[in-house]
């Protein structure tokens, strides 16, 4: 009977059953109904790596088409040097990076492949669970941010291009991109992290520059964030949340009220 029905009553019923957690049964009872299922079984998707990501490890070409949603989890080994080695040249334990500010697990020629291949990608987050220096190196981030399709990215706890490779250079074409919503946190472990935000608010300002047309939510933090930067733009038009997370932020000119740095933001109702 379900096979009969057109795509949106459809639709709204494996919605249904997506709620109830018995979608995979259902697509097992055959061809058909497998592949009406497809959509939300793969709609969202999460990648816990421990090794840099290829093919054999990857999600399979065949459900590519129906990712909307995909999580990355960094459990990158590299990541322990920093924090176990009392070495003094701790590079010499690394497995898949020769740099400890960079996390070696993105594989940026097979990243391309993949992601391009995914039309109905919209949200990508990034998620590093520890409390070290690892960070993401501007190739992966450019291409992330440049999908056609991407609306949302998050990045939780890593540190956000601490440098640049000589190959890089930091610059976006804000006119081929449509990001509405941008998230940067960064671990609670502040300590380990003071004093080395430069380099990462030079990025976040260029990515900011880029996107300010079409942001709609903003989660910057405060600790390499560019607030200034922010506060000097002369609109932010379709902003309408945004989030500081971090320590008390401040801005250079101590005489302005903190609030001031929100009077280009005609359309802000969300503050927190």
Request: aromatic residues 10%.
């Amino acid at each position: 009977m379900l096979l009969s029905l057109n795509d949106d009553v459809s639709n709204l019923l494996l919605s249904a059953v997506a709620l109830t957690k018995s979608l995979k049964t259902l697509s097992l009872t055959c061809w058909r109904m497998r592949l009406l299922c497809l959509p939300f079984l793969f709609k969202e998707c999460t990648l816990r790596s421990y090794v840099p990501i290829q093919p054999a490890m990857f999600f399979p070409r065949t459900v590519w088409p129906y990712i909307s949603i995909l999580h990355f989890f960094d459990n990158c080994p590299d990541q322990f040097v920093e924090v176990n080695s009392s070495d003094d040249r701790p590079e010499e334990y690394l497995k898949y990076t020769s740099d400890l500010l960079f996390c070696g697990i993105y594989s940026v020629d097979y990243l391309k492949t993949a992601l391009t291949n995914m039309p109905q990608l919209h949200t990508v987050t990034l998620h590093f669970p520890f409390q070290t220096n690892h960070g993401l190196p501007w190739s992966v981030l450019e291409h992330i941010l440049t999908l056609p399709n991407i609306r949302n990215v998050a990045v939780t706890s890593h540190r956000f291009v601490p440098s640049l490779t000589p190959s890089e250079n930091l610059t976006l074409d804000g006119r081929f991109m449509s990001l509405t919503s941008f998230q940067h946190t960064l671990s609670d472990y502040r300590h380990r992290r003071e004093g080395m935000y430069l380099s990462e608010e030079r990025a976040l300002t260029v990515l900011l520059s880029a996107i300010r047309h079409s942001l709609e939510q903003l989660t910057p933090s405060t600790e390499c964030g560019p607030l200034q930067w922010i506060s000097d733009q002369p609109d932010w038009p379709r902003l309408r949340e945004l989030r500081l997370r971090g320590e008390h932020p401040t801005i250079i000119d101590q005489s302005l009220p903190f609030i001031s740095m929100f009077s280009n933001m005609p359309r802000l109702y969300v503050l927190s």
